[in-house]
């Protein structure tokens, strides 16, 4: 299973980004899609994450201004991100549950500069 995360970037504070993600390998069972982010020393945290069967799940942090969306067709997860703060800058994971095991991305580096 291979994911692969594009569309990180710098942006000024107040801007958007989206982010793809696209699942290859053992698509056939994919249950729940997500994100997440992490900064140096910090903990990975949970950005937002979306079930097979579309409910979603957002940090209190990031509710109102990122919105996870999935394309089951194309086993591809997106985060649309807007209004963009330097508090937002990390590496973005992608992270897929396939039964029952967690594959991750490569990370995809998302900076605001303010």
């Known amino acids: 299973v291979q994911l692969v995360e594009s569309g990180g970037g710098l942006v000024q504070a107040g801007g958007s980004l989206r982010l793809s993600c696209a699942v290859s390998?053992?698509?056939?069972?994919?249950?729940?899609m997500g994100w997440y982010r992490q900064a140096p020393g910090k903990q990975r945290e949970l950005v937002a994450r979306?079930?097979?069967?579309?409910?979603?799940t957002y940090a209190d942090s990031v509710k109102g201004r990122f919105t996870i969306s999935r394309d089951n067709a194309k086993n591809t997860v997106y985060l649309q991100m807007n209004s963009l703060k330097p508090e937002d800058t990390d590496v973005y994971y992608c992270?897929?549950?396939?039964?029952?095991?967690?594959?991750w991305g490569q990370g995809t580096q998302v900076t605001v500069s303010s």
């Open positions: 979306i079930s097979s069967g579309g409910t979603t």
């Open positions: 992270n897929a549950v396939i039964v029952a095991r967690n594959y």
């Open positions: 390998g053992n698509t056939f069972s994919i249950n729940t």
